[in-house]
């Protein structure tokens, strides 16, 4: 759907951000570009609706390069989404999402019974929210009527930005849920920034993992999770990694410790453990072997365990 062949972009002071990308989105593919502050997420993002121009390589959509599409009309099919959504203040709800429907000349009856549509969809209720100013809405609900503004010409591709990094967590988990319940309605092909692995994780496909504008790795959270690419991509998702417990066992915090005594005595548990049963058990011993395959592994002592989790907390914080 979407394919970069050797994109690169230099800004004017010298600044390379993106290099020599080769990038394919398939089509109805929710996917993630993450990496750290800088990587070069943005400008790839913008490059795909051209408010940004690559500097060399080229980009295309459905097989056509996006400098021969018209660029307005590039532009209304391709949906686009900000962190700080820039809704116009003195315009109503309805106003702002009829904007591009408007431009593309649609009917007033078409426009009315899709800005009811779209409310719906996004949560809101047509009668309630449609005369409304920004200024009287949330911050979580004007960040739905930005979805719905971006998708309002039903465009087939959403570009978004970190779009719900200004949120509290309460509406930011609600909004990443009711993205993905979307997502499975309407198939749009997203592209989606964040630097958070666990937004990433939860709403990728795929995840395109970034560092100095280059791909580290691009793969399924879960192969990234388990066969990450290397140590950058390791450490990158360390952050999200106790949250998904399933994934965090007694085995990864030994991995992380120092090389312990492998002699102990005393109660013994399988590495695959969860760790917090293994803590909950080092609430009555002060130490436990770790055992894999018949083989102990390593000691964890409720020191390590701990250290171990303080590290995990410590690293998590940076990526808030
Ligand atoms: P990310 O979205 O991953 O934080 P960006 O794509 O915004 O990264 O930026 C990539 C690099 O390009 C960074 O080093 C950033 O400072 C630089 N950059 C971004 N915009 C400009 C600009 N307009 N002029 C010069 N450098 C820029």
């Not at 116009?88 to 106003?95: K, R």
Request: hydrophobic share 40%; aromatic share 6%.
């Amino acid at each position: 759907m979407i394919q970069f062949n050797s994109v690169s972009k230099k800004y004017p002071d010298g600044t390379a951000a993106v290099q020599s990308l080769d990038l394919y989105i398939r089509e109805g593919e929710f996917l993630i570009l993450a990496g750290p502050s800088g990587c070069g997420k943005t400008t790839t993002l913008k490059m795909i609706n051209r408010l940004i121009d690559a500097t060399n390589g080229t980009i295309t959509i459905r097989d056509k390069n996006i400098r021969d599409y018209n660029i307005h009309e590039l532009r209304w099919n391709i949906g686009y989404v900000l962190q700080q959504i820039a809704l116009f203040p003195h315009m109503t709800v309805e106003e702002n999402i009829a904007v591009v429907p408007e431009l593309k000349k649609w009917s007033r009856a078409q426009i009315k019974e899709r800005i009811d549509e779209l409310l719906t969809m996004v949560g809101l209720h047509p009668n309630t929210y449609r005369g409304r100013k920004p200024s009287e809405l949330s911050g979580g609900q004007q960040q739905r009527i930005g979805v719905a503004r971006a998708l309002a010409a039903d465009p087939d591709i959403l570009l978004m930005d970190e779009p719900f990094s200004a949120l509290d967590p309460v509406s930011r988990e609600k909004m990443q849920n009711d993205i993905l319940a979307l997502q499975k309605r309407i198939n749009k092909t997203i592209v989606f920034v964040t630097h958070d692995m666990q937004e990433a994780f939860k709403l990728g496909d795929r995840i395109c993992l970034m560092k100095a504008g280059q791909i580290v790795q691009i793969d399924t959270p879960k192969t990234i999770f388990t066969h990450p690419a290397n140590e950058f991509v390791h450490q990158f998702i360390g952050s999200a990694r106790p949250l998904t417990q399933e994934i965090m066992t007694a085995a990864q915090a030994l991995e992380s410790l120092p090389i312990a005594d492998k002699k102990s005595g005393g109660r013994r548990i399988s590495a695959d453990l969860p760790l917090e049963e293994a803590i909950e058990q080092l609430m009555d011993d002060e130490q436990i072997e770790v055992e894999k395959e018949g083989q102990i592994i390593g000691v964890l002592t409720r020191q390590s365990a701990l250290a171990y989790l303080s590290g995990v907390l410590k690293e998590r914080r940076m990526y808030e």
